[in-house]
């Protein structure tokens, strides 16, 4: 898995990219949490290069949120694709992963 | 490895180690089915596919030894529904069905409750020395949202 990364100053979007599974999952929480150890804990997690999803993938957004949110951060989804939501919905996370359209309406606030 | 057609005329097999990088080809599997069969809607393969990985995951994770299980993927594609069966040399196991979908804050245990959500049928058996799937999907149930 490659991802993208750019800093933005007041927020970091990941970019990911291809299928976020059992091995793209854990270099990705791996990258969450360095950026929230350095104080970076503003992510935009851009899914727009994501055209699959699995539990892993889910467990990895849901453990970075998590890690982001304890150092007063967040972690938010954007540009998510029909499989990306359909995951979402049917694990109930579409509410505390709600999927933003576009990175731009992802870091409204920050 | 790639998928071959010699099992029947609606026959998808894949026989390899049951290991993370060999995920790929459970997808290029399925991509195969797809372009084959345009009549199908994209969508139902989609979430026929989210299910089937998540069945092969379990077996990537849990089969022992680990890196040394072999598995046989059989995919049909039938008039009303889409089929995959999967027998895989690891151990015995009793799978852990029926268990509702695990809270917001949870890493992890969702990819049984997830494939079950897809899945129409799901069946597991152990067949002498091989755990053995059977997974269902029938095909234009896909709800408005």
């Known amino acids: 898995m490659s991802f993208e990364e750019v800093d933005q100053g007041g927020y970091v979007v990941l970019a990911p990219e291809g299928k976020f599974n059992l091995v793209a999952a854990p270099p990705v929480k791996a990258r969450i949490d360095d950026l929230v150890a350095q104080g970076k804990a503003n992510i935009v997690v851009d899914l727009h290069a994501i055209d699959f999803i699995d539990s892993s993938g889910l467990g990895a957004l849901i453990g970075g949120l998590k890690a982001a949110r304890q150092q007063g951060g967040d972690l938010r989804i954007a540009a998510a694709g029909p499989q990306v939501k359909a995951v979402l919905k049917l694990t109930n996370l579409d509410r505390i992963l709600a999927p933003y359209e576009t990175v731009e309406e992802a870091r409204h606030d920050w | ?145």
Not at chain 2, 52 to 70: D, S, T
């Open chain 2, 1 to 145: 490895m790639t998928g071959d057609e010699s099992a029947g005329d609606n026959d998808y097999t894949l026989e390899g180690f049951a290991v993370p990088d060999e995920l790929d080809s459970v997808h290029q599997l399925l991509a195969q089915v797809a372009a084959e069969h345009p009549e199908l809607d994209p969508m139902d393969v989609m979430l026929f596919e989210t299910a089937v990985i998540e069945i092969a995951n379990n077996v990537v994770e849990y089969g022992r030894p680990e890196g040394a299980v072999r598995w046989k993927f059989t995919i049909r594609v039938r008039a009303e529904q889409i089929e995959a069966e999967l027998d895989d040399t690891g151990q015995t196991f009793v799978p852990e069905t029926g268990k509702t979908m695990p809270g917001e804050e949870a890493e992890g245990g969702r990819g049984l409750p997830l494939a079950e959500a897809l899945l129409d049928q799901i069946e597991f058996s152990r067949l002498g020395e091989t755990n053995h799937w059977r997974l269902v999907r029938r095909l234009g149930q896909i709800p408005q949202s």
